[in-house]
């Protein structure tokens, strides 16, 4: 008779400690929500008083961006030329490479041949950015230099191939996830009917798989124009409207780095700077994220 | 109706043919991926050879290349990675186990999740900006490593919150069944049951999400981390350096034998990631289960 009120507030004791852990835990599924507010509540109050120095006109409509000299020039498009000339290149390397990858993983390679080929891959993804800055800087631009003798130092080029292959794993991996989520009745029903296995692959499995595959090329694109370091190293800092790829250009995310390393005072005006192309880098790639999840969500739907 | 006069040609060799050189395009594509990997490692290999001596570990930066280190930046990487895992690791897998074994499925889940999987997306530069104002200037934390560890925790955090929940899921519910069946409340099933199968695998997603954080330049750069440190760091809020800092340093330099020097550190930055590689996956063998 004497356990039962021990046993009550034993009962009581784990269930308080069972609110308590689910608290906490609670909080800290919380902090990533906290930490996308800080994003934007940091990139939008600096932006905000970066606007009130710099019309809207100035930043959409000038051409040129030249915060950094004695004659400032607020226009933004020179960085957003630069960084998709860059993306835009990368991509022409990634795409195809990455897409054909996968279809010869998922459709052609034997379990034994997956096994040698996969880790290649993942430690090809898994090399730092600054190393691929390093590659193209002393390996891709000399190469490139001495087939393009008119090839600049620092080049969109050479930073677009290193970047291209270092997103080649992601897009590979990707879209062979959504060609692997095909069922196997529909490539089936397409041998049924006579199809190779090329054709069942490019006709059949791909189509198919397509919005996942559509998702993987739209994640790539915004890794690509969020990538810094290899741009940094190898892309060089001269903000321009050109679509030569051997020329020097400068990307959003160039421009942060090459501000952040100098002794740019706080509360300058060049110091705000990089909040507002910061933020204007954060709009582009949230836009495509979110873009890349819908279509996610979408494949998923259709065969579960 | 033109389309229904197609005629069925089979005309099977051919389209065999064009099948297999299409496939042998298609291994081409990983091949090359695959030279452009060697290709890279053997260059820097090569590149950074007559620097890969005793003093690269012993000695500060410096203006002479036959003088310059990675002393400093060694230390303030290893700095980095021990605070960082202190942090990310309780951070992370909280929030991990949240999600999976006691979120309701409403709303407010809904948008956690989604608010997750696009800061993982986000670029890691933009996290460096978030560290500058808030960590930074916000709270006053200047250049320190404490302000290198906090934003490094963030970048980090989705990798080992989804890594965290697949190992989670990876566990049969009828274990969690067994757990509440005896009376166990959930915490206790949690703690006792589900987290000890996982463990390994959650151990292997820390890993990888720490072999991310000391190869991450960006969010450092923009936090302003400083290039030349020629002292040893004594605690959380000294100024410092890191390992890919250092390198890029070097390789902006216009000099041939910092470009060498960089080499020789992007060896030493790769033999440390291949290392906790190969330990992340002898963990995932040996610990992992199989149901």
Request: hydrophobic content about 55%; charged content about 15%; overall charge positive.
């Amino acid at each position: 008779m004497q356990a039962l009120p021990s046993r009550l507030s034993l009962l009581r004791r784990r269930r308080a400690e069972e609110r308590a852990v689910k608290a906490v835990l609670l909080l800290f599924a919380m902090v990533s929500t906290l930490t996308t507010l800080g994003i934007i509540y940091v990139l939008f109050q600096e932006t905000a008083l970066f606007f009130r120095e710099v019309s809207f006109a100035q930043f959409f409509l000038d051409t040129r961006w030249t915060p950094l000299f004695l004659s400032q020039r607020f226009g933004i498009w020179p960085l957003v030329n630069g960084t998709v000339l860059v993306a835009a290149l990368a991509m022409v390397v990634a795409l195809p490479l990455g897409l054909l990858a996968a279809i010869f993983m998922s459709e052609f390679a034997s379990e034994k041949v997956r096994r040698i080929l996969k880790p290649f891959l993942e430690i090809l993804a898994g090399i730092p950015t600054v190393v691929y800055g390093y590659f193209a800087l002393t390996f891709i631009t000399p190469l490139l230099r001495s087939i393009f003798p008119q090839t600049q130092v620092f080049n969109a080029a050479s930073a677009a191939i290193a970047m291209g292959f270092m997103i080649l794993p992601t897009v590979a991996s990707l879209s062979e996830d959504a060609l692997y989520a095909v069922p196997r009745s529909l490539r089936e029903a397409a041998y049924a009917l006579g199809a190779t296995r090329w054709e069942v692959a490019t006709q059949v499995v791909v189509p198919a798989a397509l919005s996942g595959i559509a998702a993987a090329f739209i994640l790539a694109v915004s890794r690509a124009v969020g990538e810094t370091m290899i741009v940094a190293i190898a892309a060089g800092q001269q903000p321009k409207l050109t679509l030569n790829p051997l020329e020097s250009i400068e990307t959003m995310t160039a421009y942060i780095v090459q501000v952040s390393l100098g002794d740019t005072p706080h509360q300058s005006l060049a110091y705000m700077t990089i909040f507002a192309v910061g933020m204007m880098l954060f709009l582009m790639t949230l836009g495509m994220n979110v873009a890349s999840y819908m279509l996610t969500q979408r494949y998923r739907e259709v065969y579960e | 109706m033109k389309g229904y006069e197609v005629r069925f040609e089979p005309d099977l060799p051919r389209r065999q043919a064009v099948g297999r050189i299409w496939q042998g395009v298609a291994l081409l594509a990983i091949l090359m991926g695959i030279a452009v990997l060697l290709t890279l490692l053997v260059r820097v290999f090569l590149d950074g050879l007559p620097y890969l001596r005793p003093q690269l570990f012993t000695e500060f930066p410096s203006r002479f290349p036959d003088k310059a280190g990675l002393r400093s930046a060694l230390q303030g990487s290893i700095w980095l990675m021990v605070l960082t895992a202190l942090l990310s690791f309780p951070l992370g897998v909280g929030a991990g186990i949240y999600l999976e074994e006691f979120a309701p499925k409403n709303a407010i889940t809904r948008f956690i999740e989604i608010n997750i999987a696009n800061l993982a997306g986000v670029p890691s530069i933009i996290y460096g900006l978030l560290g500058l104002g808030l960590f930074v200037r916000g709270l006053g934390l200047g250049r320190s490593l404490l302000a290198g560890v906090l934003t490094m925790t963030l970048v980090i955090l989705p990798v080992i919150i989804v890594s965290t929940r697949e190992s989670l899921r990876a566990v049969p519910a009828s274990i969690r069944e067994a757990a509440l069946a005896l009376g166990a409340s959930r915490w206790e099933m949690v703690r006792d049951h589900v987290l000890v199968y996982s463990m390994g695998g959650i151990l292997t997603g820390m890993i990888l999400a720490l072999s991310r954080a000391i190869g991450e330049t960006a969010p450092l750069i923009t936090i302003g981390a400083l290039t030349y440190i020629a002292f040893d760091p004594r605690g959380p809020l000294d100024i410092f350096t890191v390992l890919p800092i250092q390198i890029f340093n070097w390789v902006s330099m216009p000099q041939e034998a910092f470009h060498r020097l960089a080499a020789a550190g992007i060896v030493i930055l790769l033999a440390v990631l291949l290392s906790m590689n190969a330990l992340a996956i002898w963990l995932r063998n040996r610990l992992q289960k199989r149901w």
